[in-house]
C-alpha cells in the first residue's frame, strides 16, 4: 500500500472514530459504570464488531447487503432493536442511593467480562451505518492491482489501532466524573441521559436508506 494513501485513511479513521456513535455513547456508559480498565472489556467487543464490518464490506458482502433490499432491512431492523433494548435496559438499570467501601455510589449489578465484550461486539456488528459506510470509504483506499488480502489487512489494523485509543478516551473522560456522579439521582439522570440517547440511535438507525448511500 502506497505510504499517502495509508496517510490518508489514517488520518479519515481518526475523523471517524471521533464522531459520535453508539460505540461512543456505549464507552462512555460503561466509563461511567465500570471505569475505564473493565470497560477495556467493552472496547475488545466493540474492535471485534468493527472488525466484522470491515471485513464483510472488503470482501464484498457490504456490497450485497447495500444492493438487496431484504437483506439490508434485516440488518437494519436488528441493529435498531438491539440499540433500543440497550437504551431501555440502561434507562431501567436500578440505583442504590448506599455508599461502599471506597466511597462510591453501592453499584448496580454488572455484566461480566463475557457479556461486556458481547454487548460491544454486537453494538458494532449490527450497526447498518457501518456497513454501508465501509461499503463507501474502503474502495477509495484500495488498489485493484495489488494483493487485497494484504491491504484489507493493514487497513483493519490501523481502523482498530484508532477506534481503541478512541474509546478509551471516550471511557477515561466518562470515569473522570464519576465523582460527581455519588448521589442516586445524578446516577438515574445518567442512566436516562445514555439510555435515551441509545433509544435515538437505535430509532435514528430505522431512517437509514440505501439510496442515499449508494450513488
Known amino acids: 500500500m502506497d505510504a499517502r494513501v495509508w496517510l490518508a485513511y489514517f488520518v479519515a479513521s481518526w475523523l471517524i472514530a471521533l464522531s459520535p456513535g453508539s460505540g461512543a455513547v456505549l464507552s462512555m456508559s460503561h466509563g461511567l459504570q465500570y ?8 472496547i475488545a467487543g466493540l474492535q471485534i464488531g468493527l472488525a466484522f464490518i470491515l471485513l464483510v464490506a472488503g470482501v464484498g458482502v457490504g ?3 447495500v444492493a438487496s433490499a431484504t ?3 434485516v440488518v437494519k431492523v436488528l441493529g435498531a432493536a438491539y440499540l433500543v433494548w440497550l437504551g431501555v435496559r440502561q434507562w431501567r438499570a436500578p440505583v442504590h442511593g448506599g455508599q461502599a467501601l471506597d466511597g462510591m455510589p453501592a453499584a448496580a449489578p454488572t455484566l461480566s467480562l463475557r457479556q461486556r465484550v458481547a454487548t ?3 453494538t458494532n456488528a449490527t ?3 457501518g456497513i454501508v459506510f465501509m461499503v463507501a470509504v474502503l474502495p ?4 485493484p492491482k495489488r494483493p487485497l488480502a494484504l491491504q484489507l ?3 483493519l489494523v490501523t481502523t482498530l489501532a484508532v477506534d481503541t485509543v478512541v474509546m478509551h478516551g471516550y471511557a477515561f473522560i466518562a470515569a473522570r466524573l464519576r465523582a460527581a456522579l455519588r448521589s442516586a439521582s445524578a446516577r438515574r439522570a445518567q442512566n436516562r441521559v445514555f439510555g ?3 433509544m435515538g440511535m437505535g430509532a435514528s438507525l430505522l431512517m437509514v436508506g440505501r439510496a442515499a448511500h449508494t450513488s
Do not use: M
Not at 477509495?140 to 488498489?143: E, K, M, N, R, V
Open 127 to 129: 450497526n447498518p451505518k
Open 153 to 155: 489487512a493493514i487497513l
Open 140 to 143: 477509495q483506499f484500495i488498489d
Open 63 to 65: 456490497a450485497l447487503l
Open 120 to 122: 460491544g461486539a454486537l
Open 35 to 42: 471505569g475505564v480498565r473493565q470497560t477495556s472489556a467493552t
Open 196 to 198: 435515551g440517547v441509545l
Open 71 to 73: 437483506a439490508f432491512t
